[in-house]
């Protein structure tokens, strides 16, 4: 294989399925790849993969690379990172993108710190554009943007990596749109030895068994969404939400702020570190609006923000804004609800 310099995605398989994060990897690469001018790739690892390139070339893929061999199934470290580490420096993709999972994180650092080639974890944007380095003057054209908050999310930084390959970046479920480009989309099938990439070695740590508990909560497909920030005050203050929530037929949601006083369980927190969600409600019930939680509700259609203080930063993203006491308007919301949804 030849150098090739397109855009390859890391594809998460799990029982028989590509993740939903990859699908949308999928959606965006191929936008970057447009606008670059190479091809889409695709990598799936793992077994029982027949068929499996239907569920990814419709997002318009040019290429899947299948590795297909029981011992790469479920997931473990080197034997993945093997794969990819030897097959990029075969065909030297110029970017290389994969979902900020637990697999992602897993694997990202491993391939690039071999490849010396440098990773942005958790990248709420990716685009492509030029880059003058201040120091040497250098001009680069068409390198990749990697856009994410730091410093604490005061900033939103844009990180690009001019002289090492594959620019590599983690982009976490929900941030992305995913969109089939064609149904029919042909694209080349190309089935790999995992002997080749591989050493026997990399097969010591076997999976005896494996439990994955499913997530109770189901915030990221409800179409209305109740959230909670600190300024809810309590416990109890958010028993008020879920009436709300349970009134309108939605699910609850919360800042991280909330998350961390323990007024309700992580799995609902919303943001840069918790989930991105897209409904077509989102009320914002005492959330201030700090940078992270923004970047993970922002597409949402209609968002309703009350809050005590005018000039919280939510209100500058929000349609309606309710202004003063949640313990106060929240019960108002529920009793007009009921009384003309009859």
Do not use: W
Not at 302 to 327: C, K
Request: contains cysteine.
């Amino acid at each position: 294989m030849t150098d090739n310099n397109n855009l390859i995605v890391y594809c998460e398989y799990e029982d028989g399925k590509v993740a939903d994060v990859s699908l949308e990897l999928l959606t965006k690469g191929r936008v970057l790849a447009d606008r670059l001018g190479v091809k889409l790739e695709a990598v799936i690892i793992g077994d029982k993969l027949a068929d499996i390139e239907k569920q990814v070339l419709p997002y318009g893929v040019d290429t899947v690379y299948k590795v297909e061999d029981k011992r790469l199934y479920p997931y473990t470290s080197n034997p993945h990172s093997a794969v990819l580490i030897n097959l990029f420096k075969e065909i030297k993709p110029q970017i290389c993108l994969m979902g900020a999972t637990c697999i992602g994180r897993d694997l990202g650092p491993r391939v690039s710190s071999c490849l010396h080639s440098g990773l942005t974890a958790d990248c709420t944007a990716l685009e492509i554009g030029d880059h003058k380095d201040p120091k040497t003057g250098k001009e680069y054209t068409d390198l990749l943007y990697q856009i994410r908050p730091a410093f604490g999310g005061n900033i939103v930084a844009t990180i690009v990596n001019p002289d090492c390959r594959p620019q590599m970046a983690t982009v976490r479920e929900g941030v992305m749109k995913k969109e089939i480009k064609d149904a029919d989309y042909k694209g080349e099938i190309i089935n790999l030895d995992a002997d080749k990439y591989v050493k026997p070695e990399d097969f010591v740590v076997e999976i005896i068994d494996r439990h994955i508990e499913k997530s109770k909560t189901n915030i990221k497909n409800s179409p209305i969404i109740v959230a909670g920030g600190y300024g809810v005050g309590s416990k109890e203050g958010f028993d008020l939400l879920f009436d709300l929530a349970n009134t309108l037929g939605g699910e609850v949601g919360a800042s991280r702020a909330a998350v961390d006083a323990g007024f309700v369980e992580h799995d609902r927190q919303i943001g840069q570190t918790g989930v991105t969600v897209r409904p077509k409600l989102y009320i914002a019930c005492g959330i201030s609006g700090q940078i992270q939680h923004i970047a993970g509700m922002q597409e949402s259609s209609i968002i309703i923000s009350i809050n005590n203080d005018p000039n919280a930063p939510i209100n500058t993203i929000a349609d309606y804004v309710i202004t003063g006491n949640v313990e106060d308007i929240v019960p108002k919301l529920i009793k007009y609800y009921k009384k003309n949804s009859k």
